[in-house]
């Protein structure tokens, strides 16, 4: 299955060595996701694997890790061969997973800012809910496809921009590009805008008793390295959001 992640996926590794990665995006997923020992762990869109790989680490058992560009799972799997964690890694459209068992945490990291319909995004709500037991736990992070263009710039303080692909309604696209160190080209993404509310009718259609958004969070080593003003303005934007919503 060839996708537009095949071409990018060292540079793709090297994004999560970025300041925002490291003391924003891994800080604020892995507080929203908590204490994972001896828990079952679903990551749809796992990439080469970043989180899934952190959170076997951390405990969570078994770990199963699904996404649809055969590069990724490639460079997945070759850290598994390198470091054994008993990872399972599917290839495989995450639109059309099937139940492959009830997990206690269903994880995605910018995942869902790639879909375009309220029908897409409800699907993907469904495979979450289907594969999760009672009382489990949705938890994702996301380009804040809501923020207000008008704010766009603010993106530019680090590193990136944003730019809005049409009028402001549903279903338009939004290309997030990220400079990467030491490459030529950048990483382009498209991503796509839907209401906060469109997201919550999904997963309450789903199945899901509760869902609540969560803004950006700054690790103490980030607010100490780069010191809080540097950070002010992402946290004000939200130029990311954190999601978890309970079965």
């Known amino acids: ?71 990724m799972l490639e460079f ?31 994880i995605s990291s910018y995942l869902l800012n790639d879909f375009s319909t309220p029908e897409q995004l409800l699907k993907i709500a469904q495979i979450s809910s289907n594969n999760l037991k009672e009382g489990g736990r949705f938890i994702g992070i996301n380009e804040n496809v809501q923020q207000l263009p008008e704010t766009y710039s603010v993106c530019r303080q680090y590193g ?13 696209q939004i290309r997030v590009t990220y400079p990467v160190p030491s490459e030529t080209l950048p990483l382009i993404f498209q991503n796509y805008y839907l209401s906060r509310k469109t997201y919550e009718s999904a997963f309450r259609q789903s199945g899901f008793k509760k869902f609540i958004w969560y803004p950006p969070q700054v690790s103490p080593e980030g607010q100490q390295k780069l010191g809080w003003e540097y950070w002010q303005d992402f946290v004000k934007y939200e130029l990311i959001v954190g999601i978890v919503a309970i079965k």
Do not use: W
Request: hydrophobic share 35%; charged share 25%.
């Open 1 to 71: 299955m060839k996708t537009y992640f095949d071409p990018i996926v060292l540079p793709y590794q090297k994004f999560h060595d970025t300041p925002q990665s490291k003391y924003i995006d891994s800080y604020t997923f892995l507080k929203l996701v908590g204490n994972v020992e001896n828990k079952s762990l679903l990551d749809l869109g796992c990439g080469g694997g970043f989180y899934t790989r952190i959170f076997r680490e951390q405990g969570a058992n078994p770990v199963v890790g699904v996404d649809i560009s055969e590069k």
């Open 76 to 106: 997945a799997q070759e850290k598994e061969a390198q470091h054994p964690l008993g990872i399972q890694y599917l290839l495989k459209d995450v639109t059309e997973l099937e139940q492959i068992g009830h997990f206690d945490l269903v």
């Open 160 to 172: 990136y921009t944003k730019e809005l692909l049409g009028d402001f309604v549903e279903g338009v």
